[in-house]
């Protein structure tokens, strides 16, 4: 390890792994550390995800990063070597809405659609018709993904990053940034809980649902803090192999997972405040209480389930807005967010990987304008409100 890096990255899952890795491929050629303090990832929100990609998001910067990474995963072989192979299996998702939330149903459509996304919005009986296992009870429409969305292994697509990195001179650091030195309005070092000092030309903030405390170390405020989601795992007698991903109005969702199912979305968020960073107990009072019956309603072959195991990790929840923080701090230019994907991000980090990696290289974006995602709007607490949190 050296004692002084042209960027330092926080954070080593998905977010930080993909920044380093495309500022390789954008030709940077200074020194890089990429820091995480937990190396088997057991405790990241990339690990502890549910792995999903979709594009029926409403805002179209988001559409565009998902799309970003479709496209990765389309040339997945390419990029990444003949091996590579993250079971991305491309089922779906199904948007239910009732008769109250169809306009917003049908806007987010209509701003999928101008970006080319191959979503279908379907009525109730159409739906059926499609899905004979589905009940109608309630629902008025539903937006389906006819191609590019579904679910993958969040584990391959992490194991891919990290490795490819492997040849591209970069220093893994194993510690925790316990203090960042700032100097004005430059960022010039971190410190490390084993005593290690890393001067720094550019900080990359990629700590996922610990960002806004890294942030502080800077003196700088960051509205993103953990959340606890947790996630149910079930077996049914039946199998629904065309099942896409399942969001029930309730915001109730459910997908195949193999021979299982995992379910989750109970979590209110009115009132809801930060989870505890140990706490990754899941909350088994949702199973049972919420989620249960939502999917023996929706889905009548599964009222005679098997709950088998569960877990709970942390959204990365951006309490503005439960959007992206990307990009530079106005004034400590040399502190860069990578942050706040509130459930999304494991879906957008290649495009924020890419977006990050432009501006460290060329003082700019060239891909995709993540312009709308900077910092100055929390500054002037003016959300951009993504409407399809799932
Ligand atoms: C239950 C659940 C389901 C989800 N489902 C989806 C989904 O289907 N699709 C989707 O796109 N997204 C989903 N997400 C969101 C997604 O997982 C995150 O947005 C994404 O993984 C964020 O990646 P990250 O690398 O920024 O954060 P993380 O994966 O949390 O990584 C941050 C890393 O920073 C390290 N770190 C933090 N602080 C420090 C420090 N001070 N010093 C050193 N290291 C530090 C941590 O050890 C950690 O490894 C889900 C999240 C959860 C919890």
Redesign the pocket.
Known sequence: MASKYDVVI???????SSVAYYLREEGFSGTIAL????PQ?A???????????RQQFSIPENIRLSQFTLGLFRRLKEEFGSDSDIGFRENGYLILSTDEGLPVLRANHAAQEAEGADIVVEDAQTLVRRFPWLSPEGIAAGAFGRSGEG?FD?HAYLQLFRKALRTKNIDFVQ????AIEREGDRLVAVQLDNGERLEAGTIVN??????G??SALAGIALPVEPRK?S?FVFEARDRFDDMPLLVDPSGIYVRPEGSVYIT?GAEHEDGETAADPRDFEPDWSLFEGTIWPVIATRVPACEAIKPTRAW?????YNTLDQNAVIGPHPEVKNLIF??G?????????PAVGRAVAELIVHGGYRTIDCSAFGYERIRENRPYRELNVI
């Open positions: 926080i954070g080593g899952a998905i977010v930080g820091i995480d303090r937990d990832f405790h990241a929100a990339t690990t502890l995800s549910c792995a999903s990609i679910w969040a510690a925790s940034v316990t990629a700590a996922g649902p610990n960002a405390k890294v989601r996630v989750g709970a990790g942390h959204y990365d990578a942050n994907f509130s459930g999304h991000g494991l879906q957008q980090a």
